[in-house]
């Protein structure tokens, strides 16, 4: 997943140092892949209620944290 150039998110007018910035859009990879085999484990439960179109957005959530 493609994280912002640094300065392209305008902070002016507020506190947040570069370091701050720099943590705020740091993507804990492993830890969201666990949160998609969860994810996968709760919409079993829903079975064919579940509209497709959540469970094509989680694979193409996981994808992109596999990239």
């Known amino acids: ?3 912002p150039a ?7 007018g ?4 570069a370091a ?3 943590e705020l859009l ?3 990879k492993e830890a969201w892949l666990a ?11 829903y079975g064919a209620k ?3 179109e959540l469970a094509e957005q989680l694979e193409l ?3 992109k944290l596999k990239k």
């Not at 640094?6 to 002016?12: E, F, K, L, R, Y």
């Not at 949160?35 to 439960?45: D, L």
């Open 26 to 28: 740091n993507v804990d």
């Open 61 to 63: 959530l996981e994808s």
């Open 50 to 52: 579940l509209p497709k």
């Open 20 to 22: 701050e910035m720099d």
């Open 1 to 3: 997943m493609a994280r």
């Open 35 to 45: 949160e998609v085999e969860s994810i996968k484990a709760n919409y079993v439960s």
């Open 14 to 17: 507020t506190k947040v140092t």
């Open 6 to 12: 640094p300065g392209a998110i305008n902070t002016s």
